[in-house]
């Protein structure tokens, strides 16, 4: 997380005659980035935002959020401290017209453990800002702080109502937390041994010479491998659902996928329904590929043509007990993932009584589970798949819809990012995974990490569309770059699945070979070795 310090100023040179000493001085400019940083929520005491890609600072309705933030400031040779300061960038929103940086005494917290519940006290005020609604950063004077090496730890506040700040984190992609220490050093130049005249000698101010910090490329050992629940020991399962509502056989499709992707999907996931009984002759074909060893995602909607209450209550017994049959006799003990019913948001009726409840949700999928595993269905991986939407995220109900522990293998979402700066759900793979609008809600991968830490991360879908007309395979090449080296900083994520169609529901193309750019993006991620994983 900490980048490399750099030095970001020069000093003058000056004129040395001969016979003569002269001194002058140079002013350096160190950065180091944010060593930890996370923040706390007095309305979730308990939730751990190590991992978000946000840092949230100030009051909405009754919570209230306070930012740290962790600096570890190297030897800085020789010279002196003439100020530093701390500059946070502004992720989204509108930031509120008053904020406060205050010194945090106790070094000791970190990232990953750190709640409202167990946090450090603050010190005294530091520094205190006005910005702008819209400023593009903060800058926070620390001089009276920051006086040469050592650990620093500060804590952001606000107290304006409503208007809770986002700055980003130090797992964001740019514009992460620095600290800037400004050092001013002598610089003697020694005489020259000469007794003709000679011509001055200017020392010109040298260019430092930065190098950007480099994204870690974690290559994963040679025998990353899966266990019983297909939870990799290394590395991340590589996965596509393509050809997406479209007439293209799904098997051909994905073929094709992979082909220009550069990478076999380990995953291939496809979708049934009702009374199908699956997987099909054309699906167990594609994990008997010995060249191209694949297992099956199967997406099932047990309770299509009823309600979720129904199957709860055993009304479709008879449909998933001859599901069983089928899987026993056609796919023997070949482990296999189980999604029952993605995205289930869509379709709930909070009504009471509607059967189509989140609570009828959750238990329909233990229902099913459980059913098909007293009848000898023991390969399978079940897995619940939500629907990363901000207006269900928020609802009252989104937290019934967790069937429980004991039946969920895995921890899934769908999700989609918009590539057009400045539009609906645009934004990095970071947003992709931890976005949200309400402070109750702290992100996806927050929410899984923290309330289901044992259970592994399936992306059982995910894309990005360009909603604009100008730059498409620009647009969507940038939001491809961040998802390696922001995925290495999220390790519950355990499986990737990308979905592929020309034209989704609401026409959006999630094609990633769209463009040349595009395409040229997307291989970059499909070459990456953490997806060099056996089944």
Request: charged share 20%; glycine share 8%; hydrophobic share 40%.
């Amino acid at each position: 997380m900490p980048i490399a310090a750099l030095a970001l100023g020069a000093g003058l040179g000056t004129m040395i005659h001969s016979g003569a000493a002269a001194a002058a001085e140079t002013t350096d400019v160190v950065r180091s980035g944010a060593a930890e940083d996370t923040y706390s929520s007095s309305a979730r005491p308990t939730y751990n935002f190590g991992s978000a890609p946000t840092l949230v600072a100030g009051r909405q309705g009754g919570d209230t959020m306070v930012a740290f933030v962790k600096f570890k400031v190297s030897a800085l040779g020789a010279g002196t401290v003439k100020g530093a300061k701390v500059t946070l960038t502004r992720d989204s929103k509108n930031l509120p017209g008053s904020l406060s940086l205050s010194r945090v005494a106790d070094t000791a917290w970190t990232e990953k453990a750190l709640s409202a519940k167990n946090a450090p006290k603050l010190a005294g005020v530091v520094a205190a800002a006005k910005p702008t609604a819209t400023a593009g950063s903060v800058t926070f004077d620390v001089s009276s702080v920051v006086k040469g090496a050592g650990t620093y730890t500060f804590a952001v506040t606000s107290t304006v109502a409503n208007t809770p700040a986002r700055f980003r984190s130090a797992q964001a992609a740019a514009g992460k937390p620095t600290l800037d220490v400004s050092i001013v050093r002598p610089v003697v130049t020694k005489p020259v041994e000469d007794t003709k005249p000679t011509t001055p000698v200017t020392t010109q101010p040298t260019t430092p010479v930065t190098t950007p910090p480099t994204t870690p490329v974690t290559t994963p050992p040679a025998d990353c491998k899966v266990d019983a629940k297909l939870v990799p020991s290394c590395g991340v399962l590589w996965g596509a659902a393509a050809g997406g509502f479209s007439d293209v056989p799904r098997d051909e499709a994905l073929k094709t996928f992979e082909a220009k992707s550069g990478r076999t999907s380990t995953i291939y996931h496809t979708y049934h329904k009702g009374d199908e009984l699956f997987p099909t002759k054309n699906e167990i074909a594609m994990t008997n590929d010995p060249e191209h060893p694949r297992t099956l995602m199967l997406n099932w909607k047990v309770g299509y043509g009823t309600t979720w209450a129904k199957v709860a209550a055993g009304a479709q017994d008879a449909r998933i007990d001859r599901l069983a049959t089928y899987i026993k006799a056609n796919f023997g003990t070949k482990p296999f993932f189980m999604v029952l019913h993605h995205e289930p948001e869509n379709d709930v009726n909070p009504t009471a009584g509607s059967g189509q409840t989140a609570k009828d949700f959750a238990a329909m999928f233990r229902h099913t589970a459980l059913r098909l595993k007293a009848d000898g269905v023991t390969n399978a991986v079940f897995t619940v798949a939500y629907m990363n939407y901000e207006k269900w995220n928020n609802t009252s109900w989104w937290g019934d819809l967790y069937p429980g522990d004991d039946v969920v293998d895995w921890v899934g979402v769908d999700t989609y990012n918009n590539a057009e700066p400045g539009a609906f759900h645009y934004g990095d793979f970071n947003y992709l995974m931890n976005r949200t609008n309400d402070p109750k809600f702290p992100g996806f991968y927050t929410w899984a990490t923290t309330k289901h830490p044992s259970k592994p991360i399936m992306v059982a879908e995910w894309g990005v569309y360009d909603s604009s007309k100008t730059v498409l395979g620009k647009n969507k090449a940038a939001v491809y770059a961040t998802v390696l080296p922001q995925l290495a900083k999220m390790p519950q994520i355990k499986g990737l699945v990308y979905f592929e169609t020309a034209k989704d529901q609401s026409g959006h193309d999630i094609r990633m070979d769209d463009t040349p750019e595009a395409l040229a993006g997307f291989q970059k991620i499909a070459a990456d070795p953490r997806f060099n994983v056996k089944l």
